[in-house]
Protein backbone atom coordinates (compact mmCIF):
# COMPACT_ATOMS: atom_id res chain seq x y z
CA UNK A 1 0.00 0.00 0.00
CA UNK A 2 1.34 3.58 -1.06
CA UNK A 3 0.54 6.29 1.09
CA UNK A 4 0.67 10.32 0.87
CA UNK A 5 0.90 12.31 4.00
CA UNK A 6 0.81 15.98 3.75
CA UNK A 7 1.54 17.73 6.72
CA UNK A 8 3.53 20.64 7.85
CA UNK A 9 4.39 19.70 10.98
CA UNK A 10 7.88 17.90 10.60
CA UNK A 11 7.84 16.04 13.66
CA UNK A 12 4.77 14.37 13.19
CA UNK A 13 5.44 13.68 9.95
CA UNK A 14 8.68 12.25 10.73
CA UNK A 15 7.13 10.12 13.54
CA UNK A 16 4.51 9.25 11.84
CA UNK A 17 6.00 8.22 8.57
CA UNK A 18 8.55 6.27 10.39
CA UNK A 19 5.65 4.23 12.26
CA UNK A 20 3.46 3.64 8.98
CA UNK A 21 6.95 2.19 7.30
CA UNK A 22 7.92 -0.06 10.27
CA UNK A 23 3.90 -1.11 9.40
CA UNK A 24 4.78 -1.84 5.85
CA UNK A 25 3.23 1.25 4.10
CA UNK A 26 5.58 3.03 1.52
CA UNK A 27 4.97 6.27 2.71
CA UNK A 28 5.40 9.93 0.58
CA UNK A 29 5.52 13.09 2.47
CA UNK A 30 4.44 16.33 1.05
CA UNK A 31 4.66 19.68 3.52
CA UNK A 32 2.07 21.83 2.20
CA UNK A 33 -0.78 21.79 0.04
CA UNK A 34 0.07 22.76 -3.49
CA UNK A 35 3.52 19.59 -2.96
CA UNK A 36 0.79 17.43 -1.75
CA UNK A 37 -1.72 17.97 -4.44
CA UNK A 38 0.89 17.22 -7.53
CA UNK A 39 1.83 14.04 -5.72
CA UNK A 40 -1.96 12.91 -4.92
CA UNK A 41 -2.74 13.75 -9.14
CA UNK A 42 0.23 10.74 -9.89
CA UNK A 43 -2.80 8.72 -8.91
CA UNK A 44 -0.17 6.56 -7.40
CA UNK A 45 -1.44 5.99 -3.82
CA UNK A 46 -4.11 4.02 -2.16
CA UNK A 47 -4.90 6.39 0.29
CA UNK A 48 -3.92 9.82 1.15
CA UNK A 49 -3.87 11.46 4.91
CA UNK A 50 -4.59 15.16 4.53
CA UNK A 51 -3.98 17.71 6.98
CA UNK A 52 -6.27 20.62 7.06
CA UNK A 53 -4.15 22.84 8.42
CA UNK A 54 -1.27 23.38 5.78
CA UNK A 55 0.76 26.74 4.46
CA UNK A 56 -0.42 28.19 1.18
CA UNK A 57 -3.50 25.82 0.17
CA UNK A 58 -5.17 24.27 2.68
CA UNK A 59 -6.62 20.95 3.01
CA UNK A 60 -10.15 21.49 2.48
CA UNK A 61 -8.99 23.43 -0.97
CA UNK A 62 -6.70 20.54 -1.81
CA UNK A 63 -9.14 17.94 -1.21
CA UNK A 64 -11.63 20.03 -3.62
CA UNK A 65 -9.00 20.66 -6.91
CA UNK A 66 -8.43 16.80 -6.03
CA UNK A 67 -11.48 15.40 -6.29
CA UNK A 68 -12.90 17.75 -9.06
CA UNK A 69 -10.44 15.98 -11.45
CA UNK A 70 -11.80 12.82 -10.49
CA UNK A 71 -9.71 11.28 -8.64
CA UNK A 72 -11.71 8.59 -6.09
CA UNK A 73 -8.72 7.98 -3.46
CA UNK A 74 -9.71 7.49 -0.04
CA UNK A 75 -8.63 10.24 2.20
CA UNK A 76 -8.23 10.45 5.62
CA UNK A 77 -8.68 13.98 6.60
CA UNK A 78 -6.83 15.71 9.60
CA UNK A 79 -8.51 18.25 11.63
CA UNK A 80 -6.97 20.05 14.64
CA UNK A 81 -10.43 21.41 15.85
CA UNK A 82 -13.18 19.05 16.87
CA UNK A 83 -16.18 20.88 16.24
CA UNK A 84 -19.00 19.50 13.80
CA UNK A 85 -19.22 22.07 11.53
CA UNK A 86 -15.01 21.13 10.83
CA UNK A 87 -16.31 17.64 10.38
CA UNK A 88 -18.99 18.54 7.83
CA UNK A 89 -16.79 20.82 6.01
CA UNK A 90 -14.28 17.73 5.46
CA UNK A 91 -16.45 15.49 4.83
CA UNK A 92 -18.57 17.85 2.42
CA UNK A 93 -14.88 18.42 0.42
CA UNK A 94 -14.65 15.13 -0.23
CA UNK A 95 -12.79 12.87 2.63
CA UNK A 96 -13.77 9.57 3.29
CA UNK A 97 -12.67 9.45 6.99
CA UNK A 98 -11.38 12.48 9.19
CA UNK A 99 -9.10 12.11 12.50
CA UNK A 100 -8.95 15.14 15.36
CA UNK A 101 -5.57 15.91 16.31
CA UNK A 102 -4.08 14.79 18.72
CA UNK A 103 -5.02 11.32 17.81
CA UNK A 104 -4.07 7.95 18.33
CA UNK A 105 -1.38 5.76 15.81
CA UNK A 106 -3.37 2.55 16.84
CA UNK A 107 -6.43 4.31 15.73
CA UNK A 108 -4.97 5.83 12.37
CA UNK A 109 -4.20 2.41 11.69
CA UNK A 110 -7.28 0.87 12.30
CA UNK A 111 -8.66 3.45 10.05
CA UNK A 112 -6.34 2.90 7.32
CA UNK A 113 -6.95 -1.05 7.79
CA UNK A 114 -10.01 -0.69 7.28
CA UNK A 115 -10.37 1.71 4.22
CA UNK A 116 -8.03 -0.53 2.62
CA UNK A 117 -10.92 -3.20 2.85
CA UNK A 118 -13.39 -0.91 1.79
CA UNK A 119 -10.80 -0.44 -1.43
CA UNK A 120 -10.17 -4.41 -1.76
CA UNK A 121 -13.54 -5.45 -1.62
CA UNK A 122 -14.52 -2.82 -4.25
CA UNK A 123 -11.87 -4.12 -5.78
CA UNK A 124 -12.45 -7.96 -5.83
CA UNK A 125 -16.26 -7.55 -7.42
CA UNK A 126 -15.20 -5.91 -10.92
CA UNK A 127 -11.66 -6.39 -11.77
CA UNK A 128 -10.27 -8.26 -14.32
CA UNK A 129 -6.73 -10.59 -13.04
CA UNK A 130 -4.55 -11.12 -16.19
CA UNK A 131 -0.58 -12.22 -15.82
CA UNK A 132 -0.08 -10.90 -12.31
CA UNK A 133 -1.57 -8.06 -12.87
CA UNK A 134 -5.65 -7.09 -11.59
CA UNK A 135 -7.23 -4.77 -13.91
CA UNK A 136 -10.09 -2.64 -12.25
CA UNK A 137 -12.31 -1.17 -15.47
CA UNK A 138 -14.57 0.84 -13.61
CA UNK A 139 -11.95 2.87 -11.74
CA UNK A 140 -9.53 2.34 -14.79
CA UNK A 141 -6.35 1.16 -12.67
CA UNK A 142 -4.26 -1.45 -13.30
CA UNK A 143 -2.71 -2.64 -9.71
CA UNK A 144 -0.55 -5.47 -8.68
CA UNK A 145 -0.05 -6.27 -4.97
CA UNK A 146 -3.01 -4.32 -3.91
CA UNK A 147 -0.75 -0.97 -5.11
CA UNK A 148 -2.47 1.23 -7.76
CA UNK A 149 0.44 1.07 -10.59
CA UNK A 150 -1.29 3.22 -13.02
CA UNK A 151 -4.34 5.33 -12.68
CA UNK A 152 -5.62 4.92 -16.69
CA UNK A 153 -8.63 6.78 -16.58
CA UNK A 154 -6.60 9.83 -15.52
CA UNK A 155 -3.58 9.37 -18.06
CA UNK A 156 -6.28 9.20 -20.69
CA UNK A 157 -4.80 10.55 -23.83
CA UNK A 158 -1.27 11.31 -22.07
CA UNK A 159 1.37 9.07 -23.37
CA UNK A 160 2.93 6.06 -20.44
CA UNK A 161 7.12 6.01 -21.77
CA UNK A 162 8.19 2.25 -21.51
CA UNK A 163 10.27 3.51 -18.66
CA UNK A 164 7.59 4.59 -16.20
CA UNK A 165 5.25 1.36 -16.75
CA UNK A 166 8.41 -0.62 -16.33
CA UNK A 167 9.11 1.23 -13.16
CA UNK A 168 5.97 1.08 -11.68
CA UNK A 169 5.14 -2.24 -12.51
CA UNK A 170 8.22 -4.53 -11.80
CA UNK A 171 10.81 -1.62 -10.35
CA UNK A 172 14.44 -1.19 -11.53
CA UNK A 173 15.64 -3.84 -9.23
CA UNK A 174 13.37 -6.38 -11.10
CA UNK A 175 14.78 -9.37 -12.68
CA UNK A 176 12.21 -9.25 -15.59
CA UNK A 177 13.21 -7.41 -18.92
CA UNK A 178 12.58 -4.45 -20.44
CA UNK A 179 10.96 -6.09 -23.44
CA UNK A 180 9.08 -7.17 -21.63
CA UNK A 181 6.19 -4.15 -21.73
CA UNK A 182 5.44 -4.84 -25.00
CA UNK A 183 4.46 -8.61 -24.27
CA UNK A 184 2.25 -7.41 -21.22
CA UNK A 185 0.81 -4.83 -23.25
CA UNK A 186 0.27 -7.41 -25.54
CA UNK A 187 -1.71 -9.25 -23.30
CA UNK A 188 -3.83 -7.04 -22.14
CA UNK A 189 -5.00 -5.96 -25.24
CA UNK A 190 -6.06 -9.43 -26.23
CA UNK A 191 -7.54 -10.12 -22.53
CA UNK A 192 -9.49 -6.51 -22.35
CA UNK A 193 -10.19 -7.33 -26.60
CA UNK A 194 -9.74 -3.60 -26.75
CA UNK A 195 -8.26 -1.24 -29.25
CA UNK A 196 -8.00 1.59 -26.59
CA UNK A 197 -4.32 0.93 -25.80
CA UNK A 198 -2.46 2.98 -28.39
CA UNK A 199 1.53 2.71 -29.41
CA UNK A 200 3.14 5.84 -29.10
CA UNK A 201 6.25 4.38 -31.31
CA UNK A 202 9.09 4.47 -29.88
CA UNK A 203 8.09 6.05 -26.51
CA UNK A 204 5.24 4.23 -24.69
CA UNK A 205 1.27 3.88 -24.91
CA UNK A 206 -1.51 6.16 -24.41
CA UNK A 207 -5.37 5.31 -24.29
CA UNK A 208 -7.20 7.02 -26.79
CA UNK A 209 -9.76 6.94 -29.47
CA UNK A 210 -8.95 6.87 -32.75
CA UNK A 211 -5.43 5.39 -34.51
CA UNK A 212 -2.06 5.31 -33.43
CA UNK A 213 0.29 8.15 -33.43
CA1 LIG B 1 -0.82 21.54 9.95
Not at 71 to 78: G, N, Y
Not at 92 to 106: C, E
Amino acid sequence: MKLLFVEDEKRLSEALSHLLRKKGYVVDTAENGETGLDLATTGFYDIIILDRMLPGIDGIAVLKAFRSQGFDTPVIFLTAKDSPRDRVEGLDAGADDYLVKPFSTDELLARLRALSRRKNKDFQENTIAIAGLILDPLRGEVVKDSTTIIQLSVNYGQVLTKARIFEKVWGYSSEIEFANVDLYIHYLRKKLNTSLIKTARGVGYYLEDGDDV
